[in-house]
């Protein structure tokens, strides 16, 4: 047949062959790839200019290029034979010819600018070498059937000599340029040198996968997190995109950033997935044409290697397309995660002190966030299932007339349901999570004041009370609960009413095919609308939690009314000079001054002023200090001074910019870390400066009573140190800081009167530590004895600046400084040094506080070697269902297996159908058929509902309790050498993150496991119906499913467990961060805490990131092993001729049989992760013992005591 013969019609097969036609080859196999091609190489070529070189493999890509210019030759060839007009032709086989030398040098260019400047293998290329490589397959063995003349026999051996150097180009382009990157291996993951073909099948996964499996995985073993996902870049471009003006008032301003931001790898996986829609719609038309095929009397062995061929085909295209689309799906979900969160920190910094937002933010920080992850995780599937139920009804259409139209009722109806259920989904949502927010927020007040509790003997009242703002909890989320099985109701509706109420209204004349056929387009129909109907709560969930988010990013934030002299001179014009009176104060005040406040009324609130009419000035190099009664302003006066007051009104100028303040709160801030951590902060650590800074606060004597000296971890919030330690180490860090202004409230507080003075004369007296430096020095504080020693005094009461001056002006004028009746005694040399006697009491007090302290680090230690990491501990089930209650667990199981039966018998049950159709005579009505099929159909929904209630409703509300009221007893009744030893952080964890497992994906994975496990067995039971042959291999897909499993649990338990343990530290560092912000204000130390929140949150992001991935490598395994199925059912189906009704059956189930076996996998993956939260908080309450000791406590008699004395003798204390 002559090449020009197949000219009449582009979609007619080849006469007497099982073949396309060549001028739809040329059109769609070649033509049209090459163009897209053609297009995208040039804008890849123009992108990759850009970028730096990254690759040096001279002589790797000299065999590439060589290899792609003899392949640009032999389409020179190719072209010159169609020119020179041997063989009759086209214009279609010469533009086929044109374009297809175009692309081969596109080609040579793509190699060349992707061989130096990415990392991997060109993504561009390899896709198009392999796409058209089958096309071309497809194209030589139709080209050799037509040839018939020597030019045209010459013609398709030259183009199957193209194929084969198109072969050896695309091994060449897939090899890994990994030993010739010129960057740190280290720190790349392997992920970021992959090709298409390694991140289609996720086989950059294997070697994670093997070290899971054979050993305990740590942070450390996980690879490094690929440099497109970290935070602070991707947090650069969305600030480039945000703006905080046009935010308010739009509720949806944040989500619009973030689309904004994220657009690309938003549109990223829509290819994909329009991919996969396309391979999944060619289920049911295969099925169609299988059970006509099957129908015939005589069948044709070549259409059977084609429909062999065709399930292969199209099971393998479902698995590889859904495998890159999720892929790409959950990168842009860590990227969503990465940059809320760093906005919620970054804007945690800029918060005013006073405004009760901290505990607020950790819960955005947590518990949002997971639920916007929730949210997001079927985004795509809402808009591709809305166009393949189109689709769907389409073809039912076709097929069945007007009665396509129920199952659209029915879908519009529950569509209706489901939008009135939404209006009530927000609302919900929000009072659920604001009272998360409340129970979480005073849960990590409690634990970091449980000292305190424990000592004022109100420990067990605010127990009480958190478990009742619990218990109201839960009541909360129930309401929502309600909404979410009332959406999943609505959501199966579809699928298990419409079946039922189309065939019993159809008019058309049914038989095996149609019957089957337009059951595989009902469950195309219904199945995506049930997963839209259950995914939208959750999306609306997860945008209502953005908008809480955003509620936040709008609070407002500090205002640092301070003003600097020489930016005030160059932005008042002549004006504002004359006009300003504080502005001739300005011009005319002396180089000297430090600080000037004029007019200033400063308070908490407005309208409200805490200090009024203050007017003062702060001499450079000069000792003030602040004295006045309690509640007098001083450390108000201290936050006026560091800009941090939120109303204010008057002027306070700083004649120079002051980017570090040394800073000391009346509260000592502590970082969770070393002694030494602690005074360094941020600095570079400089011996001779660190020692003098230690001799100065006499902490030298605290560290030689350390086991590890300035090594031993302060525990959160410094818990394991005294109260005038805390004080001088907070002073040490604001000594150690390089500043021209230090800024002190209260820093005598704790300190026996002797280290008192050694700590002033050290520091503030005459030679010490900040005079030698000329520091400005301002010290608010109620040791007066030391006013003397002052260069400047303001003394404040009645809101008010009572007086000032030096000491001796204030001492004659009679006024708070006089009646204080302090000697002057400033004329000493104040070198008198403290002896050790002298300061023995808080020596003495140091040395009791070492012998508790902690020597490492802090947080509790995670045993890696606990073998139930990798393989789970089953006694925590027990655990669980005792908790949740024995009944409720059976009635779970009980539901389940009802679900199973009903779920798929109908398939059974309309096989039978179908052959009282086929009969002769029918044995029963239409009307009996459809009436038990619907029969059946809604017992399968009622059991999903009475499943419903009891999990999500019954069970939450019995286990979350019970298990909440466990712990806290047990935090309550743990010792202090407890809360000193352990992070605050990781007993948050416990009451936040872990809690929130347990009220949301634990019971959802046990719920789906339930589902999968029975409906998969029931599935099993129906497929082996079209050939028993096929339970032959049931043995050997056991044995396989168990293999994965066990492959798959060890590593992806391991990785749920260090996701959770690695935002612990994240936690931690932000609670550290919001309780110091004012000291790291001052320190100017707000940069490295949000560059240390990036640190932290990138490495939470590792583990997260892989155990996503991981979940899709085990997707794409068990679609695999579907496509073996299909295969071998197929095979088995066209080789034995197995009856028609049965193969529908086991078609029509092996449609969602694969589902059902990812589903087990995935959901008791789920499952075994999510119960972690049950075995840490079993763990928890097993191991820490109650401080109350059995015979301990005495009951004294109810007129005890009527007189009498405490003695204590030889009495020796410590936490351990």
């Known amino acids: 047949m002559p090449f020009h013969d197949s000219e009449f019609g582009l979609l007619y097969m080849n006469r007497d062959r099982f073949d396309f036609n060549l001028h739809f080859e040329q059109l769609f196999f070649s033509i049209l790839p090459c163009t897209l091609f053609i297009v995208c190489s040039l804008w890849r070529a123009i992108t990759q200019s850009r970028k730096p070189s990254v690759v040096y493999a001279p002589i790797f890509q000299l065999a590439k290029l060589g290899a792609i210019i003899t392949y640009v030759g032999l389409q020179i060839a190719l072209l010159i034979q169609v020119g020179m007009g041997s063989f009759h032709i086209t214009r279609i086989f010469i533009a086929s010819s044109v374009v297809n030398l175009v692309a081969a040098l596109a080609m040579v260019m793509i190699s060349y600018t992707d061989h130096n400047r990415s990392p991997r293998p060109s993504i561009l290329l390899n896709t198009y070498l392999f796409l058209t490589l089958l096309f071309d397959i497809a194209q030589s063995r139709t080209l050799f059937l037509l040839s018939e003349s020597t030019p045209e026999i010459t013609y398709s051996a030259v183009f199957t000599t193209s194929l084969a150097v198109k072969i050896v180009i695309l091994f060449l382009e897939t090899k890994s340029k990994n030993k010739w990157i010129t960057w740190d291996r280290d720190e790349h993951s392997p992920e970021e040198t992959s090709s298409i073909f390694s991140l289609g099948v996720l086989s950059w996964l294997n070697s994670i996968f093997l070290q899971g499996y054979r050993s305990t995985l740590s942070m450390d073993d996980l690879y490094p997190l690929d440099v497109a996902l ?33 657009l690309v790898p938003l549109l990223l996986p829509i290819p994909l997935r329009l991919a996969l829609l396309g391979f999944t719609f060619c289920q049911p038309f295969f099925i169609e044409k299988l059970l006509d095929h099957l129908s015939r009397p005589e069948i044709e062995a070549n259409v059977g290697y084609g429909f062999i061929g065709a399930a292969i085909l199209i099971y393998l295209g479902m698995a590889v397309s859904a495998a890159l689309c999720w892929y790409l799906h959950h990168r842009m979900r860590a990227m969503t995660r990465s940059i809320l969160v760093t906005e919620i920190f970054s804007r945690a910094t800029q918060a005013r002190i006073g405004a009760d937002d901290h505990n607020a933010a950790l819960t955005l920080m947590s518990t949002d966030i997971e639920r916007i992850r929730l949210g997001l995780r079927m985004l795509h599937n809402v808009w591709a299932g809305v166009i393949q139920a189109a689709l769907a009804a389409w073809m039912l259409y076709i097929r069945l007339g007007l009665v396509f139209l129920v199952p659209i009722g029915v879908v519009v109806v529950c569509f209706t349901l489901l939008g009135v259920l939404v209006n009530f989904t927000g609302d919900s949502q929000r009072a659920w999570m604001t009272g998360v927010q409340k129970r979480v927020g005073l849960t990590a007040t409690v634990i970091a004041g449980m000292k305190n509790l424990k ?35 609505l959501g199966f509706t579809p699928m298990l009413i419409s079946p039922p109420l189309t065939l019993a209204f159809t008019r058309a004349s049914l038989d095996t095919s149609k019957v089957f056929t337009s059951l595989a387009f009902l469950m195309l129909l219904t199945n995506p609308l049930s997963q839209i109907f259950t995914s939208i709560p959750e999306l609306v969930s997860g945008i209502a939690c953005i908008g809480r988010i955003q509620a936040f990013l709008e609070c407002e934030t500090r205002h640092d009314f301070r003003q600097v002299l020489s930016d005030r001179k160059k932005n008042l014009n002549f004006t504002e000079i004359e006009a300003d009176t504080g502005s001739s104060e300005i011009e005319t005040a002396p ?8 007019n200033g009324n400063f308070g908490w609130k407005e309208n409200v002023f805490v200090l009024q009419d203050i007017n003062a000035h702060i001499e450079k190099s000069s000792f003030t200090m602040v004295v006045g009664p309690v509640g007098s302003g001083k450390s108000t006066f201290c936050k006026t001074l560091l800009g941090e007051i939120p109303v204010s009104r008057g002027s306070v100028v700083l004649s120079m910019r002051c980017p570090r303040i040394g800073f000391c709160d009346q509260t000592a801030f502590m970082w969770n870390g070393t002694i030494r951590d602690n005074i360094l902060g941020f600095s570079i650590y400089d011996e001779k400066r660190y020692d003098s800074v230690i001799q100065a606060t006499a902490l030298s004597v605290d560290f030689a ?21 805390k004080q001088r180490v907070s002073l040490a860090r604001a000594l150690y800081l390089e500043s021209d202004l230090v800024i002190l409230d209260d820093v005598f507080s704790g300190l026996d009167a002797d280290t008192e003075l050694h700590v002033f004369q050290r520091v503030f007296g005459p030679g010490g530590l900040l005079q030698q430096r000329r520091t400005t020095v301002v010290l608010c504080t109620h040791s007066v004895r030391f006013l003397p020693f002052s260069d400047h005094v303001i003394a404040l009461g009645d809101n008010t600046i009572k007086e000032q001056g030096s000491f001796k002006e204030l001492a004659e004028q009679g006024g708070y400084v006089q009646s204080l009746g302090i000697r002057d005694s400033a004329g000493g040399d104040g070198s008198e040094a403290v002896s050790e006697t002298a300061a023995s009491k808080e020596r003495t007090e140091a040395q009791k506080d070492a012998q508790g302290s902690p020597d490492g680090s802090p947080g509790a230690e995670v045993n890696l070697d606990d073998p139930n990491r990798a393989t789970g501990d089953k006694a925590v089930y027990k655990y669980y269902f005792l908790s949740m209650g024995l009944l409720v667990a059976f009635c779970c199981f009980f539901l389940a297996a009802l679900w199973g039966f009903f779920t798929n018998f109908p398939t059974i049950w309309l096989k039978f159908w179908t052959d009282d159709i086929s009969s002769e005579t029918r044995s029963h009505s239409h009307a009996y058929y459809v009436g038990i099929y619907a029969l059946l159909q809604v017992s399968a929904l009622i059991s999903l509902l009475l499943l419903g209630i009891t999990l999500f409703i019954v069970s939450i509300k019995r286990a979350g309790a019970n298990l909440h009221h466990d712990t806290l007893t047990t935090l309550i009744q743990a010792p202090l050498s407890f809360f000193t030893h352990t992070d605050t952080g990781v007993i948050t964890n416990l009451f936040s993150q872990d809690l929130n497992l347990i009220d949301t994906e634990l019971p959802d994975a ?20 079209s050939s028993a042959y096929l339970a032959i291999s049931y043995p050997l897909l056991a044995v396989l499913l168990y293999s994965v499993q066990r492959f798959y649990l060890r590593t992806s338990r391991q990785l749920r467990l260090l996701d959770l343990e690695a935002k612990s530290p994240l936690y931690t560092h932000f609670m550290d961060t919001v309780r110091g912000i004012t000291t790291l204000r001052a320190f100017g130390y707000i940069s490295d805490e949000v560059s240390k929140n990036a640190r932290l949150l990138n490495r939470s992001q590792q583990p997260a990131y892989l155990l996503a991935m991981v979940q899709e490598w085990l997707n794409l395994v068990l679609d695999m092993i579907v496509m073996i199925l299909a295969a071998v059912l197929t095979t088995l189906a066209v080789r034995l001729h197995s009856n028609s009704g049965f193969t529908g059956a086991s078609l029509v189930t092996l449609m969602s049989f694969g589902e059902s076996l990812s589903g087990i996998v995935i959901y008791y993956t789920r499952l075994e992760t999510s119960i972690g939260a049950i075995s840490r908080l079993k763990t928890f309450n097993a191991t820490v013992k109650p401080e109350g000791k059995e015979g301990e406590d005495m009951v004294p008699p109810e007129n005890w005591p009527q007189h009498g004395s405490v003695e204590l003798n030889n009495v020796s204390a410590s936490y351990q």
């Open 455 to 489: 000592l004022s003997g109100l420990a067990s009242t605010v127990s009480s009370f958190v478990q009742k703002l619990r218990v109201e909890e839960l009541a909360a989320g129930a309401r929502f609960r309600k909404i979410f099985i009332l959406a999943a109701m």
């Open 1006 to 1025: 046990l719920l789906n496991t339930l589902f999968c496990v029975f409906q998969a067995l029931g599935q099993a039971a129906v497929m082996p119906t």
């Open 705 to 725: 009573k350390l086991t590890q000296g300035d090594q031993t971890n302060v525990g959160s919030d410094g818990i394991t140190l005294s109260g005038g330690q």
């Open 591 to 598: 180089d000297s001054t430090m600080i000037s406040i004029k």
């Open 230 to 262: 970290h935070s602070k870049q991707l947090h650069d471009r969305f600030l480039a995109n945000m703006d905080y003006s046009k935010l308010k008032g739009d509720s949806y301003g944040l989500v619009k950033v973030l689309v904004k931001t994220l």
